[in-house]
């Protein structure tokens, strides 16, 4: 089994650096971010407020989640583009502190891995929690601005200032909660991708491997 860990908080480049390098290795690609926010789709579609972990903790459960390279389907539902909507990325942070919610996705991540054998795994706690003898591990930074302008991109709908705090918001929410907060592995190699092109920092990945 071949895994590189790809960890680091939103506009880090994560997404981008983790496909292109699946797509080097000819490896699977999961995005982790997508499965949290899968559980926030699900919470809401069924009324539930996300900050109730009991009633959060019960529906991850039974929860049908089907992550693949074209998208997200959940219960059933193609979730793909809702689960980067605004209410989505609002409540996901909530739901992302939830110890039963992280036991229950990180238990999948790693059955869904094993079952195809080799990924390219990006997240928050890949190195640290989910595949602590990863083959490579690469912790990606960027400056705010940077990473806000990119995520402003991709969001045009909203303005850029809500972008920024949002994500700085998030960023703390991140990094101080009690459960596997989002921090750089002791081994992990460190990027910032503020000023670099992908085809860089993917070749400089691919040189370490
Ligand atoms: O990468 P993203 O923005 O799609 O992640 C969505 C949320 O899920 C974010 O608030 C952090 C959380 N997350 C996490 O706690 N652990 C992971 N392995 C991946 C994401």
Partial sequence: MRVIAIDGPAGSGKSTIARHLATELGVAYLDTGAMYRAVAFAALRRGVDPGESDLVAAIVRDLELEIGPDGVVVDGVDATVEIRGPEVTKAVSAVAANPVVRAELVRRQREWVASRGS??????????????????????????????????????????????????????????????????????????????SIDEIVADLMERL
């Fill in 119 to 196: 990924a390219v795994v990006e997240g928050r706690d890949i190195g640290t929690v989910v595949f602590p003898d990863a083959e490579l591990k690469a912790y990606l930074t960027a400056r705010l601005d940077v990473r806000a302008g990119r995520r402003h991109q991709e969001v045009s709908d909203l303005d850029y200032d809500a972008v920024a705090a949002d994500m700085a918001r998030r960023d703390t929410v991140d990094t101080e909660r009690e459960v596997d907060p989002l921090q750089q592995a002791g081994d992990a190699v460190l990027i910032d991708t503020s000023d670099r």
